[in-house]
């Protein structure tokens, strides 16, 4: 069966359970996951009721997809993603984000944890995504094209809606929560990096890094989604950081961040318009 069926046949089931379209999706990164429990009228679904939809297998990914309503609109919010250094590929990384697509979602906000390349990120950060690097050296385009799906060459001019940036600056400030901008850099993992690959994005211009997110842009946008990426500096880059980087440090200081970082996807998702 091709991608576009699995996602098809995905996105028919999540259409016959929650019966109608999202405004927008939300992907929770590592430790935001809350977000979703905070949906009213919420109808949850584990993904792995789901046909063909894979379930991580990350702590801090619950693997579940909520379908409610939150500033005003409908929102499906996935607690959980799939990563490529979990031996899948990225047919299976993207395959989320093409049923969101073809359940009819054009709108993507894509969060993450990520580490902090940029010197003058603090701990807990918000940085909006502006731009990224892609250094995993895989592509989700690769391979044969289904022009189902979009154009065997899409523009990555902007991978991240202007107009969706403009609208987390103004939420940011509704809410009083200085929000960082930058450019986020994907590498494979799962070992963190190291000083001399975190000098090395430096020199290259990016602001954070994080082993998600590029994969998931790349594929929404070759489908025509508006892609808005938010990252939270979990942690201080290797040479930098102040303890030894872990997973268990990453989540918790996410969680920390949930409170604010909800109330501001409350009012980015309210300013859509």
Known sequence: MSAYDEARRAADAVRA???GVPEVAVVLGSGLGD???GLTEGISLAYRDLPHWPAPKVPGHEGRLVVGRRGGRVVAAL???THAYEGRGLR??????????????????LTSAAGGVNARFAEGALMVIDDHINLMGLNPLAGPNDDRFGPRFPDLTEVYSSRLRTIADQAGTA????LAHGVYAAVLGPS????AEIRYLRTIGADAVGMSTVPEAIAARHMGLDVLGIACITNGAAGAASRPIDH???????RRMRAPFSALLEGIIAGLG
Do not use: D, H, N, S
């Open 17 to 19: 359970r929650i019966g």
């Open 35 to 37: 977000f979703a429990g």
């Open 79 to 81: 607690a959980g993603r």
């Open 92 to 109: 299976q990384v993207t395959f989320a984000v093409r049923a969101i697509g073809l359940l009819g979602v054009r709108t993507l906000i």
């Open 175 to 178: 809410v009083k929560l200085p």
């Open 192 to 195: 963190y990096e190291t000083p």
């Open 248 to 254: 268990a440090g990453v989540t918790e200081t996410a």
